[in-house]
């Protein structure tokens, strides 16, 4: 279980992070190690090949699973989960 900065507007809390899991039926950790994993819940991450924010979107995902702006941790990560649920 991995401890995150107090809640703010770019940062994703454990509340929220617990909310669209569990909207999605997915563990809570998993999804928080995907994070830790992919961004180290930087929400403007972007790496070489363009992938953006927490659960690092591709632009072709992110507008797939209805995500506007993917620099928002809760776009993001609601995009992010609900695009993981669809692989599984």
């Keep these: 279980f991995m401890k995150t900065s107090p809640p703010s507007s770019n940062r994703v809390s454990d509340d929220l992070i617990k ?9 809570p950790a998993l999804i928080k190690a995907i994070i830790k994993v992919e961004s180290d819940f930087n929400p403007h991450a972007v790496s070489p090949s363009g992938a953006i924010g927490l659960m690092q979107l591709k632009p ?14 809760y776009e993001n990560l609601e995009g992010g989960v609900r695009y993981l649920k669809k692989l599984l």
């Design 60 to 73: 072709d995902t992110a507008r797939e699973v209805g995500v506007k702006n993917p620099y928002s941790p």
């Design 19 to 27: 909310q669209v899991a569990l909207k999605y039926n997915l563990s």
